[in-house]
């Protein structure tokens, strides 16, 4: 089975708000707090930056969305994919 990863840092209200979603759907998840350790090259951007909450799913990474409800909806999607 597939492992589901997040990439957040603790003070990110979008982040918290993904994994709460997350959470009450019963979708288990690897939280990975870019904080504390060092984050893949794969999810930093050109400029440097680590744009957060990313979740990698299968090898694919997704963080351009319009909404929290929205990224959880697409990972339901991609996991129904696999």
């Known amino acids: ?9 603790p003070t990110c209200p979008f982040c918290n708000k993904l994994k709460g979603i997350l959470d009450s759907r019963k979708i288990k998840y690897k939280d990975y707090d870019v ?12 400029d440097g930056h680590i744009p957060v909450p990313q979740v990698e799913y299968n090898g694919r990474i997704i ?17 129904k994919e696999y």
């Open 35 to 46: 904080t504390k350790n060092e984050p893949p090259r794969h999810v930093v951007d050109q």
């Open 1 to 9: 089975m597939n492992e589901i990863t997040i990439y957040t840092r």
């Open 63 to 79: 963080y351009d969305y319009k909404d929290e409800e929205t990224l959880a909806n697409e990972i339901g999607k991609i996991m």
